[in-house]
């Protein structure tokens, strides 16, 4: 279905950061103009949506924060089993500068996934509670939910939780010299009434410091385009030893 609507030479071409996010947003409107393509975006069963939404979405949203207006920064998606996602030019230097960035989810894994097959086929799903499967894709999945209360400070501490697994699974990993970590969040109303800036920076600097995180800086990046937060990181014999927020 996808090759219909996105093609690879489309979702990996190099992009100025000043335009990326409305691309992204206008490729994401066009694709879900019919039922088939809201199904797609929604399941993301497809690899080129899946990429579409979860990486060059989120590299939109952190392009418009980070560069702002500006055309002389240029970011390329990357397909592959690399490990970086997205490479990143500077030409305001010269020569250009070269960056990379990793892109990653704060995400319930599957439970995320049943929850959008929920959505798909009753046109609503609870945000909180707990999600039962019964068979597979293959035999017939069936999903179901339960509806369970929870208030402002539980889902905060549930979404600070699964942005700090997020930044785990990256520990000890190798990557390029200047290499960026992206992470993805739901930066929703439940989050933002509870968490601001100074409770995110508070959170950062008590459980990255002292990781074996191999990136040069570390952006936070809700999904509702509501938070953005950067910090550069700094290392020393094998472990963040200090985090300057920008």
């Known amino acids: 279905m996808s090759a219909e609507n996105i093609t690879e030479e489309e979702l990996t071409k190099e992009r100025a950061s000043k335009g990326l996010l409305e691309w992204v947003e206008a490729k994401m409107d066009q694709i879900a103009s019919t039922d088939k393509g809201e199904t797609a975006i929604r399941l993301r069963e497809d690899p080129l949506v899946k990429q579409l939404v979860e990486e060059v979405y989120i590299l939109g949203i952190f392009a418009s924060k980070k560069y702002g207006n500006t055309d002389t920064v240029y970011i390329k998606p990357i397909i592959g089993s690399q490990n970086y996602d997205a490479v990143v030019v500077d030409y305001s230097h010269s020569p250009a500068q070269t960056s990379y960035i990793e892109v990653t989810q704060a995400h319930e894994g599957e439970v995320e996934y049943l929850r959008t ?98 990136f040069s800086t570390l952006s936070l990046v809700g999904k509702f385009k509501k938070i953005f937060r950067h910090y550069d990181l700094i290392r020393s014999r094998g472990q963040i030893t200090r985090i300057i927020t920008k």
């Open 117 to 214: 097959v929920y959505l798909q086929k009753h046109g609503y799903v609870p945000v909180t509670g707990s999600i039962k499967k019964i068979g597979t894709k293959k035999t017939g999945l069936q999903v179901s939910t339960s509806l369970e209360a929870e208030s402002v400070d539980q889902a905060a501490s549930r979404e600070f939780q699964k942005i700090y697994d997020a930044i785990h699974r990256k520990e000890g990993k190798k990557y390029p010299p200047d290499t960026s970590l992206i992470v993805k969040f739901d930066d929703g109303p439940m989050f933002r009434r509870v968490a601001d800036d100074n409770m995110i920076d508070t959170f950062v600097m008590k459980n990255i410091m002292g990781l074996d995180l191999r």
